[in-house]
């Protein structure tokens, strides 16, 4: 939406308020008759002008914007009549008409200018903001009473200050003043600075030279209406009809509505007590020589130090509300309002202190990262509220929750337990299931909990803590959606997973992995086309071991990232090394789930197939259905540029999972491979089994996808899966994972009858 147009006549009207400033400075300047008329007649005029352009501009904007030139056209409002009540009074004989009223109307602008500028869009927004920098500015202006004392009156006699009217006119240019540093203080860095405040200000400043200036000439007996310091005046008025000209940074919105609060420079901070200890000092020099003080100074510094005795108290119970919120910051979670792990482990310290029965139940959600990075991170923040909300209600008076921090929970069960805190685990899992609804939003985690009761073995709470969380972890295995109480088997087995993670990380720089290779053949010619590389573990000590056994610690160690790549660059040199006896051999590898998240798994792929001159054609992705799922649209654009590079990609193990007809449409596969669960039912004439392979195959033929029955083993399975007629099979029946060597040995075609 285009920013609405300044009217013409808002131009027309500054450009005429100029004029008569310019033409009045020049009048008085020039010492002209009529000059106090002149003097008064522009001072009307300009206010008046500025009081419709402030009024003009209010209905322009939304509130708080609205409230703030609303008042401003107040002030200029009440000083325009401010004026035109001193030029009818001194035309009527009054001299210099300092009469109740119009200090009235003038302090009357005073306290409409100053609450224009506590409801600016720069202005704290609490109360108790708006009254710390209100008080702010009463303390500047105070103290500099006596300054202004030693600088105005000092030299005069006590008798030409008998005059009350005559002393209190520092009024004026302290009241200015106190609004030129609540002004300072809203607009000081680091917030945006709004053009309008700082004009405004220079027109506060313009003010305040003329109050001092025009104070101090009347103490004197030196000034006469018409004096060219009168010009101020409305210049400070023309500055104000000025500001309209500048809306509001963007950025001011955007704090309001973030509700965020930037940081005080120091010297915003030191700002109101800097002229204090020069008002100290002027109290000192203003003293008469009979030892007495005058008393506007004695009544300001009483005043002075009642301010700065409520401005104390103000900023001692912000003190007390700030140490209140960083307890709350340090000992709770922000997301959920639970306990944090800080407040979790000084009350379990606590409660083993007190040599009662102790229990925690350690809770991980599971699933939660998908839900993450599916709906992001918006969407799982509102689910941890849902769920902490929940297991509030289930845990109820029997523990203590508390989120320990991601997707990680922890209850605290001590002193005589109502309930034994595997009944405790059931409530919360039922409390995890998702409600009537919920099932088809694809965003409820269930929870793995694992059990552990402080017994003899504990020496500390972290021993405790860490049998929970080794129970957590067995019912993760279990199944997920399940709870385990830690047992000195699982913590016999945990040792044991501690020891093969610490020999899993020196695997690849000793050259323990080793690579075997699965045949794929073609069922029509029985001729091997393609190999699977699988990986292997040549542990020192407990022999080869199968991926499945060590595979999953490296995908939750990180691991899997430093694996995946060997087995890239080896699978790569293997297949440059059997395409030299056959030259349309590919080889097929398995990438995990954390391997499609980074950004680097194109120039991975293309550096391994390029550093051994092997085509990208000849080189095939396998992924499970679910990493495939649960990819980003980033995941999916990657796996779509290897794609169209030449690499095949293949949905490994198809049918054991989501199996969706909508994600076959998003995955930019090459090849199906139909889980070996379903061939193996081939055998027992199976029926279901059958169709079900069957209409796989079919499916695979309308997306264009080569299809692998994976797991043939017999001569039934192998004559089923060719009569529905998948092109290639893999299994026993072909050949057992070999190393290359074996593998090149079977380049002649199979006997796929035997």
């Known amino acids: 939406m285009a920013p609405a147009r300044r009217p013409l006549s808002g131009r027309v009207g500054l450009v005429a308020a100029a004029l008569v400033v310019l033409g009045e400075a020049v009048w008085l300047v020039a010492g002209l008759p009529g000059g106090a008329l002149v003097s008064d007649v522009g001072a009307v005029a300009v206010s008046g002008w500025a009081a419709v352009a402030c009024a003009g501009v209010a209905r322009r904007h939304p509130a708080p914007l609205r409230r703030f030139w609303a008042l401003l056209a107040a002030t200029m409002i009440l000083a325009a009549l401010g004026r035109t009540v001193w030029t009818v009074e001194r035309l009527g004989g009054h001299g210099l008409p300092h009469t109740p009223l119009v200090g009235a109307l003038f302090t009357a602008g005073i306290v409409t200018g100053t609450a224009a500028l506590l409801c600016s869009v720069a202005a704290p927004r609490s109360l108790v903001g708006q009254a710390r920098t209100l008080l702010d500015g009463v ?72 109050d001092a200036g025009y104070v101090s000439l009347v103490a004197h007996d030196s000034y ?172 109820g008076r029997d523990g203590m929750i508390a989120r320990l921090g991601g997707d990680e929970f922890a209850v605290l069960v001590a002193g005589d337990r109502p309930v034994p805190p595997e009944r405790l685990a059931l409530r919360l899992l039922a409390a995890l299931e998702p409600l009537p609804g919920e099932e088809d ?193 980033a995941v999916l654009d990657r796996l779509t540029q290897l794609r169209d590079l030449g690499v095949g990609i293949a949905i490994d193990d198809f049918g054991t999972g989501y199996s969706s007809l909508s994600y076959l449409h998003r995955i930019p596969a090459t090849e199906l491979k139909i889980d070996q669960s379903f061939v193996a039912r081939l055998d027992a004439d199976d029926a279901r089994a059958y169709a079900t392979v069957e209409m796989v195959n079919r499916l695979a033929g309308a997306f264009d996808l080569t299809v692998v029955a994976e797991g043939v083993e017999t001569g039934g399975q192998h004559a089923a899966v060719t009569a529905i007629g998948c092109v290639h099979g893999q299994g026993w029946r072909y050949g057992r994972p070999v190393a290359l060597p074996e593998l090149l040995q079977t380049l002649t075609p199979v006997d796929a009858a035997r």
């Open 224 to 395: 006469a209406p018409g004096h060219p310091i009168d010009v101020c005046w409305p210049l400070s008025y023309l500055l104000m009809g000025l500001a309209t000209r500048y809306p509001p940074p963007p950025s001011c919105a955007e704090e309001e509505e973030t509700g965020e609060s930037p940081l005080p420079p120091w010297w915003r901070v030191a700002l109101p007590y800097l002229p204090v200890g020069g008002a100290i000092v002027a109290v000192v020099l203003a003293r008469r020589p009979t030892g007495q003080t005058p008393h506007l100074i004695f009544l300001g510094m009483m005043a002075l130090l009642g301010v700065l005795a409520l401005r104390q108290g103000l900023a001692a119970n912000e003190n007390l509300r700030l140490v209140a919120r960083l307890r709350r910051l340090a000992y709770s979670d922000q997301l959920t309002g639970l306990p944090n792990r800080l407040t979790f482990t000084r009350r379990l310290r606590r409660a083993l202190r007190d040599d009662g029965p102790v229990a925690v139940l350690l809770l991980d959600l599971d699933g939660f990262k998908q839900v993450n990075d599916r709906f992001g991170h918006a969407a799982g923040d509102r689910l941890l509220r849902t769920i902490a909300e929940r297991m509030t209600d289930a845990t």
């Open 441 to 633: 939003l694809g965003v409820h985690p269930s929870a793995s909990i694992g059990i552990a009761e402080y017994g003899p073995q504990h020496t500390s709470h972290t021993d405790l803590l860490r049998d929970a969380d080794i129970a957590m972890y067995a019912a993760k295995a279990a199944g997920k959606s399940a709870y385990r109480t830690c047992t000195p088997q699982l913590r016999e087995s945990a040792v044991t997973r501690a020891e093969l993670i610490a020999d899993l990380r020196r695997a690849v720089d000793e050259d323990q992995l080793l690579m075997e290779f699965q045949p794929i053949v073609d069922l029509s010619t029985g001729a091997v086309r393609s190999a699977e590389a699988l990986l292997r573990w040549r542990h020192p000590r407990l022999g080869v071991l199968p991926p499945a056994r060590f595979l999953p610690l490296a995908e939750e160690t990180g691991l899997i990232l430093a694996i995946d790549r060997w087995v890239i660059h080896e699978a790569c040199r293997a297949a440059a090394i059997w395409r030299e006896r056959s030259p349309e051999v590919t080889v097929a590898v398995n990438i995990a789930a954390a391997h499609l998240r980074r950004p680097d798994l194109i120039a991975t792929v293309t550096g391994a197939v390029g550093a051994v001159g092997l085509p990208l054609r000849a080189l095939t992705l396998e992924l499970t259905e679910s990493a495939l799922i649960e990819g980003s649209e």
């Open 139 to 210: 303390i500047v202006g105070l103290a500099l009473i006596p300054i202004g004392w030693v600088v105005v009156f000092r030299n005069l006699a006590a008798a030409d200050l008998a005059d009350p009217l005559r002393t209190f006119g520092l009024l004026y240019p302290m009241l200015d003043l106190m609004q030129l540093t609540i002004l300072v203080a809203i607009a000081a860095p680091p917030r945006p600075v709004w053009r309008a405040l700082t004009v405004i200000g220079i027109g506060l400043a313009t003010r305040a030279v003329a």
